[in-house]
Each structure stands twice: as structure tokens, then as C-alpha cells.
């Protein structure tokens, strides 16, 4: 499978536990995403990479949320203190740094905070 | 602020008929349009995309076609079928030096194909 993969595809957590996701581009992509989806709702935009530098944040991102992509290949998202409000499911996306290249997204992360 | 939107929530069609989905944005400075559909479970798959230049692309049974004197974005199916019964999300994205950037979606239409 040479798409994006993401682990896991499902978490369950307590109120106030920390979690990790994890998101494997296409490997020629040096671009990544991440996007929040709630039920119901179109993605949004989280935070975005450029192989290892991370150019944009939503103001969604609270300081609870960090993500990263160290070597410029895979990312992690960790939430600290998880909330309710966090319940979603967590897509990535990559895609190459060029003019009117689509971003392909993975099959994202369900989160549910109990 | 910069939206983009749909016309209708759920749309639903007889198979084998043909589909329009609509879509309007706000932002007259988006660049590229892309049309995602997710089923569920999944996460959006890629359809069709057209760039500000065009007013009409086609793929394989689907046509999107972008009017920017009013602002709207239609993907249209020909001859449905049952895999074609999904959310079909429409988004924006606007282009800069460094190449593509963030993607704005809308809430989504359900389409479901009745066999």
C-alpha cells in the first residue's frame, strides 16, 4: 500500500491522558497535514509541514496539541490532557510541494475520550 | 470570513440517473478547487480537482465545473452507481510562492443512490 497510513485507527482514553498518533506520508510527498474532523463536518486544518518544518498553525491547535515531523518523513500529533472536546477523528494528509498538487489523506485516527 | 459551503446536506438519486452537487465559496482568492469523496469509516479520497484558470474539467464519469462570477463549484456524476453513495465534500485551497497550502471544507452532501 503506498498511501497514507495512519496508526492507530481507533483510541480510547480517559479524560486527561496524553496520546500519540502517527502518520506516514507517501514517500515523495514533502508535504504534510493534519486535520481535525468532528461528526458530520468537513475537515479542518490543523497544523502543516514542509519536510521538517512545520510553516502553519490553526489557531485550533491549543497549546496542548504539538505535532512534528523530525526527519521529514513520518509526523506525530500528541494531545496532552485530553478533553472531551477532543473526541474526533485526526486525518493526514501529504502531498508534493508543487502548483495544483492534490493532498491525499489517510484514514485517519478515532478518538474518543471517555 | 472565508467559507465554503454547500447548497444541500443529502441528495438523493435513482441509479443509473446523473448527479450534480453543489457548492459555493466565499473567497475570491482561492486558486484550486478540489472535490473529496468519503466514505465512511475512511478518510476523504480525491475525485477531480480544476484550478481557478479553468471553468470545466472532466474525469471518468465525473465533471466538475467552476463559475467564478458567482462563486460556485458543481461536481457532476454521470451514470451512478451504488459505490457512488457517499459524502462528497467540496474544498478550496490557496496557492502561494511556496506552492499549495491549507484546504477549507465544507460541511459535506450525502449522496445516496437508490438501487
Known amino acids: 500500500d503506498t498511501g497514507v497510513s495512519q496508526d492507530p485507527r481507533h483510541k480510547i482514553t480517559k479524560r486527561g491522558q496524553n496520546v500519540t498518533f502517527r502518520c506516514d506520508p507517501i514517500?515523495?510527498?514533502?508535504?504534510l497535514y493534519w486535520y481535525r474532523q468532528t461528526l458530520g463536518q468537513g475537515p479542518e486544518f490543523l497544523t502543516y509541514?514542509?519536510?521538517?518544518?512545520?510553516?502553519?498553525k490553526s489557531r485550533l491547535l491549543s497549546d496542548r496539541f504539538s505535532a512534528e515531523r523530525p526527519k521529514g518523513s513520518f509526523s506525530t500529533l500528541e494531545i496532552q490532557r485530553t478533553e472531551q472536546g477532543d473526541s474526533a477523528m485526526y486525518l493526514c494528509?501529504?502531498?508534493?510541494?508543487?502548483?495544483?498538487?492534490?493532498?491525499?489523506f489517510g484514514d485517519g485516527t478515532r478518538l474518543s475520550i471517555l | 470570513g472565508e467559507s465554503v459551503g454547500l447548497h444541500l446536506p443529502t441528495l438523493s438519486v435513482q441509479e443509473g440517473d446523473n448527479s450534480i452537487i453543489n457548492c459555493a465559496y466565499s473567497?475570491?482568492?482561492?486558486?484550486?478547487f478540489i472535490w473529496y469523496k468519503q466514505e465512511s469509516g475512511k478518510g476523504p479520497q480525491f475525485i477531480i480537482d480544476?484550478?481557478?484558470?479553468?471553468d470545466k474539467r472532466q474525469g471518468q464519469r465525473v465533471t466538475v465545473l467552476l463559475n467564478k462570477t458567482v462563486k460556485h463549484l458543481s461536481l457532476q456524476i454521470a451514470a451512478t452507481q451504488p459505490g457512488d453513495s457517499a459524502v462528497y465534500f467540496c474544498?478550496?485551497?490557496?496557492?502561494?510562492?511556496?506552492?499549495?497550502?491549507?484546504?477549507?471544507f465544507g460541511t459535506g452532501t450525502r449522496l445516496t443512490i437508490i438501487p
Open positions: 494528509a501529504s502531498s508534493l510541494q508543487d502548483w495544483d498538487q492534490p493532498q491525499h
Open positions: 514517500s515523495e510527498h514533502n508535504r
Open positions: 509541514f514542509q519536510n521538517e518544518a512545520q510553516l502553519e
Open positions: 473567497n475570491s482568492a482561492s486558486d484550486y
Open positions: 480544476i484550478r481557478s484558470n479553468m
Open positions: 474544498a478550496d485551497e490557496r496557492v502561494s510562492n511556496f506552492g499549495n497550502e491549507k484546504l477549507t
